[in-house]
């Protein structure tokens, strides 16, 4: 079955440690995303990539970093940097000329 | 000013109602338009695209005004199973989706 899988479903780290989120995609799709979520607020983009080995900011892309060294595949890494990290964290996918995203299930990060 | 507005709620109406939703969006360079539903913790879906024309799916209808820049969704017969959150979504050339905080809807048995 084709379809975007993100790893680990939920992620406990201690503050001031950097952690890596995975994403995974087996659609051929070329754009890839990462949008962060917290309670009662809509999704807001921190990194997206159209194309291997090149990605751009989102509207939030401070203490966050990815890489696009396949197609299949865009890690994010949450850094120390990064001051409020708990949220729940979404990976999407979509196809070049075709705006409709798919979602990986998330990851719900917890940091303490 | 907010790229893409919605009422958060919570709408609360009981069975076999019907309900709208209006969204509004800010840039009027946006060319696709969405409705995508979200369960409670889980990833946000595609419910349906929204055309300049309108159009249906069974017992959802999404409207599209380019001149007023506002985007509707109406569930006519109301199920329990429609309790979610609603989010409307916009888009603007071969840019991400810009997505709204999301209306959630509960259906009352």
């Known amino acids: 079955d084709g379809g975007i899988t993100q790893s680990p479903k939920y992620l406990f780290r201690k503050e001031g440690q950097n952690v890596t989120l995975s994403c995974e995609q087996n659609?051929?799709?070329?754009?890839m995303y990462w949008y962060r979520q917290d309670p009662g607020q809509g999704l807001r983009l921190i990194y997206y990539?159209?194309?291997?080995?090149?990605?751009q900011k989102g509207d939030i892309a401070e203490g966050y970093s990815v890489s696009r060294e396949k197609k299949e595949s865009f890690p994010l890494t949450v850094t120390s940097a990064q001051k409020n990290p708990t949220a729940f964290y979404l990976c999407?996918?979509?196809?070049?000329?075709?705006?409709?995203?798919?979602f990986g299930q998330g990851t719900r990060l917890t940091v303490v | 000013r907010k790229e893409v507005e919605q009422d958060p709620g919570p709408f609360n109406v009981p069975e076999g109602a019907t309900v709208a939703f209006n969204c509004t969006y800010s840039?009027?360079?946006?060319?696709?338009f969405f409705w995508y539903r979200q369960d409670c913790r889980k990833e946000p879906k595609l419910l349906m695209s929204?055309?300049?024309s309108g159009n249906e799916d069974g017992r959802f209808t999404a409207q599209l005004n380019r001149a007023s820049q506002y985007i509707s969704l109406l569930i006519r017969d109301s199920k329990l199973s429609d309790s979610a959150t609603y989010l409307c979504?916009?888009?603007?050339?071969?840019?991400?989706?810009?997505f709204g905080k999301g209306t959630r809807l509960s259906v009352i048995a």
């Open positions: 999407a996918s979509g196809r070049t000329g075709d705006p409709e995203a798919f």
């Open positions: 840039n009027s360079a946006s060319q696709s």
């Open positions: 979504v916009v888009n603007i050339g071969n840019t991400p989706l810009v």
């Open positions: 990539s159209q194309i291997v080995n090149d990605f």
């Open positions: 929204v055309y300049s």
């Open positions: 659609l051929n799709h070329d754009a």
